[in-house]
């Protein structure tokens, strides 16, 4: 076998498309998917009409499916399609869009964290409830959100109101006051139904927030581990890139040339 030329390689560095599945772990049928969406680069076919696969098109493979578990299918598509077309502006935003999905994230928790703490701070913020209980409609003046959202809430078990005797109209004590709140907060931040369910679920048997937290912290730890992912994939991404001629690699050092850390150093500097 030549040197540098992979295993199932044919002559001239052209690879079977059954070689690039079984190097992606992929169907052949989704090799043949991913070049009709121009993930991968233009394939060029033999005057029979047989695809050529070339060793570019297994990097081209590899990356899109790095890239589609840390950005998700559809962005991946728009970043390979973009890149085969030479369109880098629009690959370039379309990142920069995924990796702004993660701050945004990452604000929301702080944001519900800190608005939780509010809640189990002063728990009686909205003044003393009355011993019968509040109906549907002051809860929803309470908790900032529509009448029908609480019967929703309470349909996947989120609530539990009882009923008034007389009338049958919902009516929720201070604890359901309180749980109808911390729901109204975790659904704000995009929490799913099954995480908070599980909180409520929490704070009713232990009546602790502790379990808030808990879920808090962890969906930090699991933002955290995917804003590394997208970086290496981005990377993975940047390297492909200058495979490619689209990018030329960054040698300002070597030129003198101000680096982007030494330009926002200067930018700083001029700004105090």
Not at 117 to 139: D, F, K, N, Q, Y
Request: glycine share 8%; with cysteine.
């Amino acid at each position: 076998m030549p040197t540098g030329q992979r295993p199932g390689a044919a002559p001239g560095g052209r690879l079977r498309a059954i070689d690039l599945a079984q190097t992606a772990g992929v169907s052949v049928q989704q090799v043949r998917n991913y070049a009709e969406m121009r993930v991968l680069p233009p394939v060029e076919r033999t005057a029979s009409g047989y695809r050529i696969f070339t060793v570019d098109h297994a990097e081209a493979l590899l990356l899109a499916r790095r890239m589609a578990e840390c950005h998700g299918w559809a962005r991946t598509r728009t970043v390979m399609r973009a890149v085969h077309d030479g369109d880098i502006e629009t690959a370039l935003a379309a990142l920069d869009q995924s990796h702004g999905e993660l701050d945004r994230e990452r604000a929301d928790i702080a944001a519900v964290l800190s608005a939780f703490e509010t809640v189990v701070a002063s728990p009686s913020a909205h003044g003393r409830l009355p011993r019968r209980g509040v109906r549907i409609g002051e809860v929803a003046a309470i908790t900032g959100v529509r009448t029908s959202a609480l019967r929703l809430w309470e349909h996947n078990g989120l609530l539990r109101p009882s009923r008034e005797k007389a009338t049958g109209y919902r009516l929720y004590d201070e604890s359901e006051v309180r749980n109808a709140r911390v729901v109204a907060l975790l659904r704000r931040g995009h929490y799913p139904l099954p995480i908070v369910r599980a909180v409520i679920d929490e704070m009713r048997t232990t009546g602790s927030p502790e379990r808030v937290r808990a879920e808090l912290a962890k969906r930090e730890q699991e933002l955290h581990s995917r804003s590394l992912r997208r970086l290496g994939a981005s990377a993975a991404l940047y390297t492909y890139l200058h495979h490619r001629g689209l990018v030329a690699p960054d040698r300002s050092h070597e030129h003198g040339t101000a680096s982007c850390g030494e330009r926002e150093r200067a930018t700083d500097t001029r700004d105090d």
